[in-house]
């Protein structure tokens, strides 16, 4: 069967819901994966925007909300925007949502949550949202309208995290904040040995952000609000 080597460089059956899975990969992946093909006007990561999707959410789905594009890690193909997605899958019997659920069924079975908190309508609406707000607000004027979107908050969303480290660190501090554990303590980050729990941890310690305070976000990259 086709197969992809992971950045943690192990064997990724394309397929299999028997595949293996890792927080670092998942948040170094999401570090380096653009939003919206990368079209918008400053880097965007599937990081940053897992992150707003995971503040929109009930306590109890944040950690399905955090990894509700995980599967884009292990399916080989990455952020497909949504209409290329939705034409692919009507011209190859769903091989896309196919592709999609199997991962999900091993990312949900690692992570020991219920796979069908990834649908939930939370977890859909506040997708939306964040579409609604990221495109508004990332994106110059729509040349014509898209799928209809529930209305974006009225703050503006400022200054991205980038691309990379930054990321990175990002998605996993709010990961830690949910109860997830970073297994490794060391990893390679650009090539880097890194000792990412120690630096997740002094950055913890030094901001500990109130999560239900929804407000316009900072744009200080040193930490999560």
Request: with cysteine; aromatic share 6%; hydrophobic share 40%.
């Amino acid at each position: 069967m086709a197969w992809i080597q992971t950045y943690l460089d192990n064997e990724c059956t394309i397929g299999s819901d028997e595949i293996p899975v890792s927080l670092i990969e998942i948040g170094v992946v999401f570090g380096r994966m653009c939003r919206f093909g990368g079209h918008t006007k400053d880097p965007y990561t599937v990081a940053e925007h897992s992150v707003y999707v995971s503040r929109l959410v009930p306590d109890e789905l944040r950690v399905a909300a955090l990894l509700h594009d995980a599967h884009e890690v292990y399916t080989g193909l990455g952020d497909v925007c949504k209409p290329t997605k939705e034409l692919i899958n009507s011209l190859s019997d769903n091989l896309i949502r196919r592709l999609e659920h199997a991962a999900d069924r091993a990312i949900a079975d690692h992570f020991e949550f219920p796979v069908g908190d990834f649908y939930a309508e939370e977890i859909k609406y506040a997708d939306l949202i964040a579409m609604a707000h990221e495109s508004r607000d990332l994106m110059g004027p729509h040349p014509k309208p898209w799928i209809e979107l529930p209305e974006p908050p009225s703050w503006k969303l400022g200054a991205t995290m980038g691309m990379g480290e930054d990321a990175t660190a990002q998605f996993l501090m709010e990961c830690v904040r949910a109860g997830l554990k970073v297994v490794s303590s060391v990893t390679r980050i650009h090539h880097k040995e890194t000792d990412l729990t120690a630096a997740l941890e002094a950055s913890l310690d030094a901001s500990r952000p109130d999560r239900d305070n929804l407000g316009e976000p900072s744009t200080d990259n040193g930490a999560l609000d």
